[in-house]
């Protein structure tokens, strides 16, 4: 392998920021950027379910590949995911009920982000080992958690300022996801 | 139900409720793979399967399956369907997979389809079920043409692969970048807010002078 694992973490994190350069995991992006007190969180959960999604999703395609059922693996990726997510949520009712009642619809449809899929998809596409897998998935979810709690933050300072009443709500925040993301572009080839 | 019945229900998905510029679902594929019409259109048909295809199965086997499973039992379906869409792209066109990447196999994940099968289909016969997942999908594809085509005319000079402009033509790269996406589809929804806006200006007039 010529990546090393660093090189992909700043990939993931920096310069093919899952958000605003693969467009991956966009529904909570736009969704719950509206303030900073539940982007963090998002973050925090969708980094933890892409970790654990990304550990399973190793070990199952080595099982998978060993039985000779590629075909069966987008299935298996998608049913280990939903029962991570239910773990989370499971865990955040116990624990930190406000959150939990915060997030609202958006912590189930972690299932169906697609920048967690896209992790575990990604990963086996490139045939990362353990390790590279591994720093993958914090990679993504660190790219994830920036990218929404800089949205969030702008969005915020948004709130105060004076917008033509035509451009606010969700055709805003796109312009300012496409502004982001052409700020993210000067990361190009930093990972080498 | 008459036929202007099913009518309604198919316009819905491709006009009132426009998974892409009215419920904005949906939103990976259609900004990701839109950098050409072709693409555009070829993911709206893939799409389009799976939509229905799932729609109508979710419909015949509501009455079999449990409540507190049913969101697991539509992925697990939807999931099939898109499996059996990847081999079939993959078989076609190597070409036409590779520009489309893992954003075949994750059609998985098209919040639309999930949120079809859960408010619609699921509580719905198989006809019903089956017109209102074409309208959607309908709906969706021109979504995806749309932006599509204007990233492609802008980005590349060319609709279809055909060069529209001549040889003096500068190409606005930025179009067919990641940021090209998240413009288009803004500036999209601008449009329609506008034009919402003078409707109802429009209306409040005719109103005011009755």
Request: hydrophobic content about 60%; some cysteine.
């Amino acid at each position: 392998m010529h990546e090393s694992v660093w090189q992909i973490f700043i990939n993931a994190f920096l310069a093919n920021n899952f958000v605003l350069a693969m467009f991956l995991g966009l529904c909570p992006f736009i969704g719950v950027s509206g303030k900073l007190e539940t982007a963090v969180p998002m973050g925090a959960a969708t980094t933890f379910v892409m970790l654990v999604a990304s550990l399973c999703a190793y070990g199952l395609n080595l099982i998978l590949g060993a039985l000779g059922l590629e075909f069966l693996r987008l299935i298996a990726y998608i049913v280990i995911i939903a029962s991570a997510v239910q773990l989370v949520e499971m865990v955040l009712k116990k624990y930190s009920p406000g959150l939990f009642r915060a997030l609202g619809i958006y912590l189930p449809l972690i299932t169906t982000n697609c920048a967690v899929l896209g992790v575990a998809l990604f990963q086996t596409a490139r045939e990362y080992d353990f390790a590279q897998s591994l720093m993958f998935a914090v990679g993504a979810g660190a790219g994830f958690t920036l990218a929404i709690v800089l949205m969030a933050s702008v969005r915020e300072r948004l709130q105060l300022s004076d917008v033509p009443s035509v451009a606010q709500g969700t055709a805003l925040s796109l312009m300012l996801a496409g502004v982001l993301s052409l700020a993210f572009m000067g990361f190009a080839g930093l990972g080498g | 139900m008459s036929k202007t019945d099913r009518w309604d229900e198919f316009m819905e998905g491709v006009w009132r409720q426009n998974p892409i510029f009215v419920m904005v679902l949906g939103l990976c594929p259609a900004l990701a793979v839109t950098v050409s019409a072709v693409n555009a259109i070829s993911m709206g048909i893939a799409t389009t399967f799976v939509l229905t295809c799932s729609c109508v199965l979710v419909s015949l086997l509501r009455k079999l399956i449990p409540k507190e499973v049913r969101i697991a039992t539509y992925i697990v379906i939807i999931a099939t369907f898109v499996t059996v869409v990847d081999y079939l792209i993959q078989a076609v066109s190597l070409a036409l997979y590779d520009a489309l990447g893992a954003f075949i196999q994750l059609i998985v994940v098209n919040c639309i389809i999930l949120g079809r099968a859960e408010a619609h289909a699921s509580k719905n016969s198989p006809l019903p079920a089956l017109i209102n997942a074409l309208g959607m999908s309908l709906g969706f594809t021109l979504g995806l043409f749309a932006l599509g085509a204007v990233r492609e005319i802008l980005g590349a000079g060319s609709l279809f692969g055909i060069a529209l402009f001549g040889g003096s033509f500068q190409p606005w790269v930025v179009m067919v970048l990641p940021p090209g996406g998240f413009f288009v589809l803004g500036l999209w929804l601008l449009l329609f807010a506008a034009l919402e806006r003078r409707k109802q200006r429009k209306a409040l007039e005719v109103a005011q002078h009755a």
